[in-house]
């Protein structure tokens, strides 16, 4: 079992800054893909940004280049720095740990942290 528990949500200004930190209460997150998602209401929740357990970073197209995932493997932490954040923004953000076992992909979700952009 995985553990992952977010922080660093709040309620920010447009324009402003936040970084999400996601703690995996694991031995190693090595060999998990790690996602941040957002859920906004009555929405689907969406996939923001990933980065795989080689370094490959994808994000979702609506970010346009504001956001920057990381991950540093030795404290088993994956951040999401959200930089000119705007009112569409606000959401629930999820970090999820993805990893590939004989059974299929097994998936890992945290409780979230509440991001809102509002003046």
């Known amino acids: 079992q995985v553990q992952l528990v977010e922080s660093g949500g709040d309620l920010v200004q447009p324009g402003g800054s936040l970084r999400l930190s996601c703690a995996a209460e694991?031995?190693?997150?090595?060999?998990?893909?790690m996602s941040w998602y957002r859920q906004a209401p009555e929405k689907e929740r969406d996939m923001v940004a990933q980065i795989s357990k080689t370094g490959r970073i994808v994000y979702a197209y609506s970010i346009e280049d504001r956001f920057t995932i990381s991950r540093d493997n030795d404290k088993k932490m994956v951040y999401l720095q959200m930089n000119n954040l705007r009112p569409e923004d606000t959401a629930v953000y999820f970090c999820n740990a993805e990893i590939a076992t004989v059974l299929g992909p097994q998936n890992f979700w945290g409780r979230g942290t509440q991001v809102t952009v509002s003046s």
């Open positions: 694991t031995l190693s997150i090595d060999n998990f893909d």
